[in-house]
């Protein structure tokens, strides 16, 4: 079992840049693949990112690459989302999640129903 703890949401102009962090409880972090989702009102909960369990495999849905980038420090039990260029459109509640994986340290998912741990969300506001 692992509990996630969101941060690091504000407002910022559009153009402008944001770190999330999600820090994680457990002894056995480096054995998640960890996920980062966002849901605007009235829509459904999106995919953003996903990184596998020692970082090395990543991906990014197509509204936010080149522009965000997920990260991940197990010594710390904690990933990040930088998020740069922002844009009105990213306003959001944005989620972390966590799947464990084992010995598939190198597998990611894109769809929240892969996902067994979830933070509490942390909004994201940009104004244009």
């Known amino acids: 079992q692992v509990q996630l703890v969101e941060s690091g949401g504000g407002l910022v102009q559009a153009g402008g840049s944001l770190r999330l962090s999600c820090a994680a409880s457990?002894?056995?972090?480096?054995?998640?693949?960890m996920g980062w989702f966002r849901q605007a009102p009235g829509t459904e909960r999106r995919f953003v990112t996903t990184?596998?369990?020692?970082?090395?495999?990543?991906d990014y849905a197509d509204s936010v690459q080149g522009r965000f980038a997920i990260f991940r420090d197990n010594a710390k039990n904690t990933v990040y989302l930088e998020m740069n260029s922002l844009k009105p459109e990213d306003t959001a509640v944005y989620y972390c999640?966590?799947?464990?994986?084992?010995?598939?340290?190198?597998?990611?998912?894109?769809?929240?129903?892969?996902?067994?741990?979830w933070g509490q969300g942390t909004q994201v506001s940009v104004s244009s």
């Open positions: 457990g002894r056995t972090f480096s054995s998640y693949a």
């Open positions: 999640a966590a799947e464990r994986v084992g010995f598939g340290y190198y597998r990611t998912f894109k769809n929240p129903s892969e996902y067994d741990y």
């Open positions: 990184i596998s369990a020692r970082g090395g495999y990543t």
